[in-house]
Structure formats: C-alpha cells, structure tokens
C-alpha cells in the first residue's frame, strides 16, 4: 500500500506536534513544524536537539542520523510555509471550534490533493471536517500517543466523508514512520479514550468515596493489571484539565451523562492542579 506523500507539515510545537515532527524526520520525511509563537518554536528546537543528542548517547542512533534528521526540520510561525506538504497534521488545543477555525484559514491555500490530518484526541473527525468544505474527503483523523517518539500505536479515523484512498494512504503514512496504525470509526473518544477515561475517572471516584488512597489505587491498578503506571499517576501525566475536557466531549458526542467528569476531578481543574504541567495534580510534582 503505497502513501504517496513527500513532505510532512506540523501544526502546533507543544509536546504531541514536537514529537509528531521528530518522528516523522526520523523516518526521513522533510517536516515542517508551524506554530504562531516563535519562542514555542525555540523550545520546541531547543528539546529536539537534547532528545536527539540523548539518542545518540545511548547508541540508538548515530551522530550522522541525528545530523540527518535535524536537518530534515524546518521551524516556521508563517502559514504559507505549509502550503507545499502533502500532508498537514494539526497538533493543537483540544478545542473543536479552534481547529475548525484553523483549518478554514488553511484550506484555501491547499488546493492540491493534500491531507489534512488532526491528532485530536476525542473530536468528532465528521465534525471537524466540515470546515473544509469540499475537501473533507481529504480529511482524518491521526491520534498519536505521548510521548510520540516511543509510543508505537496510530489510531486512525475515518470521518462520514474521508474517502477509502485517503484512509489507505495515512494507514501507510503511519507505518511508514514506524508506527503501528490501527484503523477506528468516528465516534467520541474512538476506541483508546472510549475505554481508558471512563476508567481514569473511575479512579477519582474510588478516591472521592474513600475507598483507597490515590496511591493505593494506583498500585492496585500497577501491579493487579499490569499497568506500566496507574490510571490517577497517568492522569497527571496526562493532563487533568485535558482528562476533564475529553470526558466532557464523549458524555456530549455520546448523549450519556455516565461519561461526565468526576466532581473531584473538576475540583481539582477549577483549583489549577492540572497535574505535571503545573506542577501539581492528583500528586505534588514540585519537587
């Protein structure tokens, strides 16, 4: 199955669009990572080198592959610089009318037989196709998992109106950044988050009535299910605001108030304990 795509173009250089860049230049596709911020730019360069230089260190690749892919990588914050990839994968905000926003703006400059892609955790793909207007059979859906340079899974998603060659074409995409693609159909959460936040949410349950403490629970879940991290640990790492969000849209998407966040995990959002990135969450990460 062949994907017939030169050039890879990122949208958003935060930690998933940074790691979907680096992948995708490893695997020797030129990439260009876009973000309106140039010091988000910097950072995200800045993590590329030291992540790259970490590679080399430990022997998984050599100081000419890592030379290699960095020279694969261009830095922009001008929307025009994506106009010639052949495939663009958005990587921001997990906020449908956002991204509906920008790829609405992106759209009338891409009149070629590009792709447009997002890495949208739980949006409905059909939905957020429809700012594309006749191009929305160009349109998919292409969940990485963080951190993406060592999390091997795809989760690929088909709109209502993404046409079977554009399916083909990403399912090889995937794998050609050796990835594993595993193709899902375009309802709230798909299949990774249909299964994982319900659970994730039914650990702040457990620890909201008292059952067990947050660390008990997670080493119940550790080493009774063989879980490399428990469900509230992963939830910091992931996000909780971010937890809290995709919770809403499938409780949404789905019409079933089940899937609605935990009072306590809003709790916690409302109070800015969001986990790692803030230093604090279901655990104090400040040291």
Known sequence: MSHNINTVAVI??????????????????????????????????????KLLARAVEKGRMSQEDA????????????????????????????????????????????????????????????DLATSVGSAADRFIGMHFFNPVPVMKLVEVIKGLATSEDTTNRVL????????????????AGFVSNRILMPMINEAFYTWMEGVAEPEHIDEIMKLGMAHPMGPLRLADFIGLDTCANIMEVMADGLSDPRYLPCPLLKQLVTAGRLGDKSGQGVYDHSK
Not at 12 to 39: C, H, K, L, N, R
């Open 12 to 49: 958003g250089s935060g930690q998933m669009g940074g790691g979907i860049a680096q992948v995708a230049a490893t695997a020797s596709f030129p990439t260009t990572i876009y973000d309106q911020s140039p010091e988000a730019l910097k950072k995200c360069e800045a993590l590329h080198d």
């Open 172 to 187: 090889a995409l995937a794998e050609a950044m050796g990835k594993t693609a595993v193709p899902a159909n375009d309802r």
């Open 67 to 126: 030379d290699a892919t960095k020279s694969r990588i261009t830095y922009a914050s001008d929307l025009s610089a994506l106009e010639s990839a052949d495939i663009v994968i958005e990587a921001i905000v997990e906020n449908a009318q956002i991204k509906k926003d920008l790829f609405a703006k992106l759209a009338p400059k891409m009149t070629g037989n590009q792709i447009f892609a997002s890495n949208t955790s739980s949006i409905s793909i059909t």
